[in-house]
């Protein structure tokens, strides 16, 4: 149980264009999933927290008008990096709180970002 | 704002060792999350606990709550090779906020 699938794995794209991942947890409800941002051989850092049917709470920093989320139902949240730079390649991985659950996080794959 | 401090940061051991990883806080934490992670995937959730004073048991892996839910530790008994990973601690703050502080993780590499 409590599996979080992320699609894409890898996406190669090219400067200025915009790129799509999505984040579904599989097996159990998540009102309230997270995307983060790692770079290698660090922990984690929080972009944000993405509620069903709102809008996303964004950590400070983090360009909201860039970093798209939209959390359309209990079972899905889409992360969408807009023009892209190089600057913004990276791992991205998201996570799901199960609704009938306590604090746990359960995260998906990561998805690997190149931006060229 | 709320800090886990992770220690160490690398730890390199020979295959049959015992380690422990340490994450401190001055906060109070509702809960404690440990996760492992491998290169190029996302953080497996290892366990969770809640009560100060806990002590929770995974195979050779011996996690423990601090009573004052403000640290915790994990230690790892004859350490293998399939140990490697990234290390993550996460606490909780309760709440209606869920998210997580990490602390910034420990790289171990057990080598055969």
């Given at each position: 149980?409590?599996?979080v699938s992320q699609h894409p794995s890898?996406?190669?794209?090219?400067?200025?264009?915009?790129?799509?991942i999505e984040c579904r947890?599989?097996?159990?409800?998540?009102?309230?999933?997270?995307?983060?941002?790692?770079?290698?051989?660090?922990?984690?850092?929080?972009?944000?927290?993405?509620?069903?049917?709102?809008?996303?709470?964004?950590?400070?920093?983090?360009?909201?008008?860039?970093?798209?989320?939209?959390?359309?139902?209990?079972?899905?949240s889409?992360l969408?990096?807009?023009?892209?730079?190089?600057?913004?390649?990276?791992?991205y991985i998201c996570s799901a709180?199960?609704?009938?659950?306590?604090?746990?996080?359960?995260f998906g794959p990561g998805t690997?970002?190149?931006?060229? | 704002?709320?800090?886990?401090?992770?220690?160490?940061?690398?730890?390199?051991?020979?295959?049959?060792?015992?380690?422990?990883?340490?994450?401190?806080?001055?906060?109070?934490?509702?809960?404690?999350?440990?996760?492992?992670?491998?290169?190029?995937?996302g953080?497996?959730?290892?366990?969770?606990?809640?009560?100060?004073?806990?002590?929770?048991?995974?195979?050779?892996?011996?996690?423990?709550?601090?009573?004052?839910?403000?640290?915790?530790?994990?230690?790892?008994?004859?350490?293998?090779?399939?140990?490697?990973?990234?290390?993550?601690?996460?606490?909780?703050?309760?709440?209606?906020?869920?998210?997580?502080?990490?602390?910034?993780?420990?790289?171990?590499?057990?080598?055969?």
């Amino acid at each position: 149980g409590a599996v979080v699938s992320q699609h894409p794995s890898r996406v190669i794209c090219k400067s200025g264009t915009s790129v799509k991942i999505e984040c579904r947890s599989l097996d159990f409800q998540a009102t309230t999933m997270f995307w983060y941002r790692q770079f290698p051989k660090q922990s984690l850092m929080l972009m944000a927290t993405s509620n069903e049917g709102s809008k996303a709470t964004y950590e400070q920093g983090v360009e909201k008008d860039k970093f798209l989320i939209n959390h359309a139902s209990l079972t899905l949240s889409t992360l969408t990096v807009t023009s892209a730079h190089p600057e913004d390649s990276s791992f991205y991985i998201c996570s799901a709180r199960n609704s009938a659950g306590y604090y746990e996080q359960y995260f998906g794959p990561g998805t690997r970002l190149t931006v060229t | 704002t709320q800090l886990l401090e992770q220690s160490p940061q690398f730890l390199s051991i020979q295959e049959g060792e015992n380690l422990t990883v340490y994450c401190n806080s001055s906060s109070v934490f509702s809960s404690l999350q440990w996760y492992r992670q491998e290169p190029g995937e996302g953080p497996v959730l290892l366990v969770t606990v809640v009560t100060g004073g806990e002590v929770k048991k995974l195979k050779r892996l011996t996690f423990q709550f601090g009573d004052a839910r403000k640290d915790s530790s994990l230690h790892i008994t004859a350490a293998q090779p399939g140990d490697t990973g990234l290390y993550l601690c996460a606490g909780a703050s309760g709440g209606s906020n869920y998210k997580l502080t990490f602390g910034k993780g420990t790289l171990l590499t057990v080598n055969p």
